[in-house]
């Protein structure tokens, strides 16, 4: 491998920039480390997240195929059955769950079983007016023609899907969802080992607020699925960057949550002008794409604790197996923002993670033999980086130089002690702050 040292990138770096305000090129490093040339592409093989879904009205034919590589299980709010549509979800690994809306649903639920369903959806919101309103007693006694669907299936239930609401019903108001869930429970008939996860829907417009209404339904002892959420206050926001702002908060703590068993964006198309929350650009388009917002969804970590990168593989930074996040993501209560995944602005890539104060994340890797090593990292800082690199080895202190902004571009290695064998290695916060685009462990030259 080639290697350029630091002053020779900032000459190329900054040569196209105006010579009347150029700017002031990176200070060569102090400690060792050199620039390398990026020589492969990043190796993308991270497990899906079987958490992750997608709500959808199938209106792009080509969906499953878009968002394959990083969706699990999609549902319509329905029980239609096509095998054209099975035989699209199943080639991409996706499960699709049938929902009986407001009833007991009438469709081929059979078919769907044999095709690969796993679960049936409960009632949708079944406390709000203008959807299934639904009450307590009533949802009891359609609950029990579920029960029988189910059994005579095979299929596993999830309860109603809850959200704040509007119905009343018999002077009660239940605009609360936990009251409904409750009043629900108290009915003959009805028990929480009918069912193995708890549905709900919630449209806030921060991570906090989501984390506040999932809570609400801890005291079940049950996965909850969040099935219906984007970044909304009062509406859809109708503005990409907070939905994408949004999505990359969210996703990190949905992955991280014990508590949360699935969850579904809403939605894949045809809610808008696409500058709101969909994943795909579809409208006046031969061949619908992923939009950024549909790029970050797919490729943002499912925290795979199985999958080891090997030597001289780019990792792509976003594949992380845990981060920071985790601690707040289980903690009974609050939510502090950690790493955070974006849509890179580096010329090659996917994604990119803005690692800062208090951040770590952690990668799996394969060692062939103990020894001298070079982590190398591809990173844009406005100031110097520092880190602690940990292995099975022990920890060693890092430190890049900065870059010039958090556009400009660079690759860097140091070199490392590693010992052999699968392991994890983590990255520390210590100082600065970076985007990093991919990290790589290579042979020291």
Not at 189 to 207: C, E, K, R
Not at 378 to 389: I, V, W
Request: contains cysteine.
């Amino acid at each position: 491998m080639r290697k350029i040292f630091l002053c020779v990138l900032a000459i190329s770096i900054f040569s196209g920039c105006s010579s009347e305000n150029p700017p002031t090129p990176p200070t060569p490093p102090d400690n060792g480390v050199e620039l390398t040339q990026d020589p492969q592409d990043d190796v993308y093989k991270q497990k899906k997240s079987a958490k992750r879904g997608i709500s959808t009205n199938f209106k792009i034919t080509n969906m499953p195929d878009l968002l394959g590589p990083g969706v699990s299980w999609a549902y319509d709010w329905g029980d239609a059955y096509s095998e054209l549509r099975w035989e699209a979800l199943r080639r991409n690994k996706i499960a699709y769950a049938p929902m009986g809306w407001n009833n007991v649903p009438n469709g081929k639920i059979a078919e769907h079983a044999k095709a690969g369903a796993e679960y049936l959806l409960g009632f949708n919101e079944p406390n709000l007016a203008d959807q299934a309103n639904i009450s307590p007693a009533e949802a009891a006694k359609r609950w029990q023609g579920m029960l029988k669907l189910a059994s005579d299936t095979g299929l596993k239930l999830v309860s109603p899907a809850m959200c704040w609401g509007t119905s009343k019903f018999d002077g009660v108001d239940y605009g609360n969802p936990v009251k409904w869930f409750d009043a629900w429970l108290a009915q003959d008939g009805v028990s929480l080992d009918q069912f193995d996860a708890i549905a709900g829907h919630t449209y806030m417009p921060n991570t906090s607020g989501v984390k506040g209404f999932v809570r609400m339904f801890a005291k079940y002892n049950k996965p909850f699925w969040l099935t219906e959420f984007c970044h909304a206050n009062n509406t859809i926001s109708t503005d990409r960057n907070l939905q994408m702002a949004f999505m990359s908060e969210i996703l990190t703590y949905l992955e991280a949550d014990p508590q949360i068993g699935k969850y579904s964006w809403f939605m894949d198309t045809g809610y808008g002008n696409g500058g709101n929350s969909e994943l795909i650009d579809w409208q006046g388009k031969m061949t619908p794409s992923l939009n950024p917002l549909g790029v970050l969804y797919v490729h943002a970590s499912s925290l795979d604790k199985e999958t080891h990168y090997n030597m001289n593989e780019n990792i792509p930074a976003e594949h992380y197996s845990d981060s920071s996040a985790t601690a707040s993501a289980s903690a009974a209560e609050g939510w502090k923002p950690s790493v955070l995944p974006y849509v890179t602005s580096d010329a090659k890539g996917t994604l990119e993670i803005h690692f800062g104060t208090d951040c770590w994340v952690e990668y799996l890797v394969d060692i062939p033999a103990d020894g001298e090593y070079r982590f190398d990292i591809r990173y844009a800082a406005p100031r110097k980086l520092e880190m602690n690199f940990t292995s099975a080895a022990g920890e060693t202190a890092v430190a890049f130089e900065p870059t010039g902004n958090n556009k400009t571009w660079a690759t860097a290695g140091v070199p490392v002690t590693l010992k052999a064998g699968k392991q994890t290695v983590r990255l520390s916060y210590k100082s600065g702050i970076a985007r990093i685009n991919w990290i790589r462990v290579t042979s020291k030259q």
